[in-house]
Structures are given as structure tokens and as C-alpha cells.
């Protein structure tokens, strides 16, 4: 299961130094929420069978959209292409973006987390910049996420998750400068309005 996670991660689309503190943080109150809310949905029962997919996947979105920072995840995942945009074309790429990972994210919490037993290890705090270590324990495996956050629009906000040692956006970021290298930044949008349009029929 956890390679699959991985595998799931990878195709869809550092842990920060300082002195640990309790698992009680602000930071780790936020992921908890978050994770909170995320299997209140999966685990409602007026929301269970394939026939509420659909909804579920709706209210799933509506956590991740409150409590990710598209705006500094969209940056990152661009990596130093991000300097070459005007603004214009930073709101249209932060857009599409946006829906990729609402999508594929949204998608893999439907298909992997369950009422999950989840241990809250550790919060590491340095500056403005938090990481909040997590363990999903199941009955024969137990797989490690990591959640970074940083405040951002009044909140502290997700922006960047690592599980089992795989983060999403140095992921993105490793995926797109290889397609902008091979072909263009216009390349590697089209390819994503490509898969943004694949990923609405679906």
C-alpha cells in the first residue's frame, strides 16, 4: 500500500530545522483539524457507496482548498521558471495548477484514508515555518507523513506534504523543469490543460 501511495504521488503531479517542540503546536492543531474534517467526510455514513464519490470528492476539495497555499505552492513547483512570468501568466499557471492538485490530491485521499489511527510525533518550528511529523499506523504497515506550513493570508497554511520521504512539490518541480528543458513552459502548459481537461471527464 505505501509503495502505491508513493507511486500515486509521484505520478500526480528538507525537513525544516529546529528544536522540537510538544505535539500540541498551533501547527499540529491545524493538521489535526484538517485530517479531522477530511474522514468526518469519508467515514459519514449518509456519504458511503461509489454513488457519493462525487460528493465526497466536492467537500474533500473544499478542506484542501481552505488549508493549502496554492499561491507558494504553485511558486515552488515552478521553481526559477516562476521569475520568467508576468503576473498574468503566473495567475493563469497558479490557476491550472490549483485544479490539478485539488483534483490528484482529492483523489488520492479517496482512495487511502480511512478512519485512519494517525500518531501526532513531533513539531518543529524554526521562524515563520513549521513541520508537523505524523505516522498513519495501519495493522502491517506504518507510513510517515510529513506536513509543512508557513502563515499566509491571515492563517497558517499546508505548503508542501511528504509522505514517506517523497514530497509533492520538489516532485512537481522535478517534473516540470524536465518537461520545460524537453520542450517549452508553453509545452508544459498545454500538457497540463491537457490532463486538466482528461481529469474533468473522469
Known sequence: M??????????????????ARS?????????????DSVMAVQTDPALQGQESRPKRR???KKIILRSFNFDDMAQHALGDYWNGLNEAKR???????QDLFLESY??????????EKIAYLEEEDVQDQATVKTRIQRV???????YFLAPAKGALLVRDVAIDGVSII???????????????????????RLQQHV???G
Open 199 to 201: 481529469m474533468d471527464k
Open 106 to 115: 482529492s483523489r488520492l485521499v479517496l482512495d487511502f484514508l480511512r478512519k
Open 91 to 97: 495567475g493563469e499557471f497558479r490557476s491550472v495548477f
Open 140 to 146: 502491517n504497515e506504518e507510513i510517515p507523513v510529513d
Open 23 to 35: 505535539a500540541e503546536g498551533r501547527a499540529t492543531e491545524v493538521v489535526r483539524k484538517m485530517l
Open 170 to 192: 520538489q516532485n512537481y518541480q522535478k517534473s516540470f523543469s524536465r518537461v520545460i528543458k524537453q520542450d517549452s513552459y508553453e509545452g508544459l502548459l498545454k500538457k497540463m
Open 58 to 60: 466536492t467537500e474533500i
Open 2 to 19: 505505501k509503495a502505491k501511495i508513493v507511486l500515486l504521488l509521484a505520478l500526480a503531479i528538507c525537513v525544516i530545522p529546529g528544536q
